[in-house]
């Protein structure tokens, strides 16, 4: 059967109605024999939980600093609360969900991402994964949802980045696809959504200037999980009941591919 990983951040995986919408499509997919696996962060979360606790949230070139007091409040933020509030809205859609973190079965085995705080740095990068406990869960028809922290060699939590934590994910488990729902409709060239690109269309865009910033190491990991065998990876957002089956047919968001544009 094939699998679907989707990562859900920004404000959809805030809003229990839209969680609540696509649940019911993750739903059908589920009934039509399909393996789903869900991924989140939740940034807003712990930045608002470190607040709470008087810690400014840091960051360096985009990836949060989290120390040894922070990891914490990350595993407060995100396996605690975060993965069980959606955990709970997924159960209601009549779903199978199992709430995990990338500690659990040895899921992500991380190190340090940043250099930055000696020792007690806890951002990570995921080095390893090991798929095991999510095949067994998928076998018996339970549904997945992994919040992004994992552990070190040493058994110390680490802070991964979800959307890291999803491609390495998928590419784990030979994924049909791969589907990033984010604040944004697709990557927009000129303002326009471009439905589909290639390897080659993405790198003449970065050539030109038509992507740049934050997106292209994005498209560049994209492809790098393509060639490592996951199909195809999908990026937009969900604003709708329907989006999902919008975005897999490939008429809703952009879809990044090996196949010619």
Do not use: W
């Amino acid at each position: 059967m094939s699998i679907f990983v989707i990562k859900a951040g920004g404000r959809s995986a805030e809003s229990s109605e839209s969680i609540a919408a696509l649940a019911v499509e993750i739903g059908d997919l589920v009934q039509k024999g399909h393996h789903i696996v869900f991924v989140h962060g939740g940034g807003a979360a712990v930045s608002a939980i470190q607040k709470q606790y008087e810690l400014e949230p840091r960051f360096i070139d985009g990836k949060r600093l989290t120390s040894a007091r922070e990891m914490d409040l990350v595993d407060m933020g995100l396996s605690g609360l975060m993965n069980t509030h959606l955990v709970r809205i997924f159960q209601t859609a009549g779903l199978k969900p199992v709430g995990l973190s990338g500690a659990d079965g040895s899921l992500f085995l991380s190190t340090d991402a940043t250099g930055a705080d000696g020792n007690e740095n806890r951002t990570g990068s995921v080095s390893k994964v090991n798929p095991t406990l999510i095949h067994l869960l998928l076998e018996h028809e339970y549904f997945p949802v992994i919040c992004s922290v994992s552990t070190d060699s040493c058994g110390r939590g680490m802070n991964i980045n979800a959307d890291e934590a999803a491609l390495a994910l998928a590419v784990a488990l030979n994924a049909e696809s791969l589907i990033f729902i984010s604040d944004i409709p697709g990557i927009l060239i000129e303002g326009t959504v471009v439905p589909s690109m290639n390897e080659q269309f993405i790198e003449d865009s970065i050539g030109n200037g038509e992507i740049q910033g934050g997106m292209i190491p994005k498209v560049r990991s994209s492809l790098e999980a393509i060639r490592q065998g996951v199909h195809n990876i999908q990026i937009s957002n969900y604003e709708n009941q329907g989006d999902l089956s919008k975005i897999i047919a490939r008429i809703k968001g952009t879809c990044i591919t090996l196949e010619d544009k």
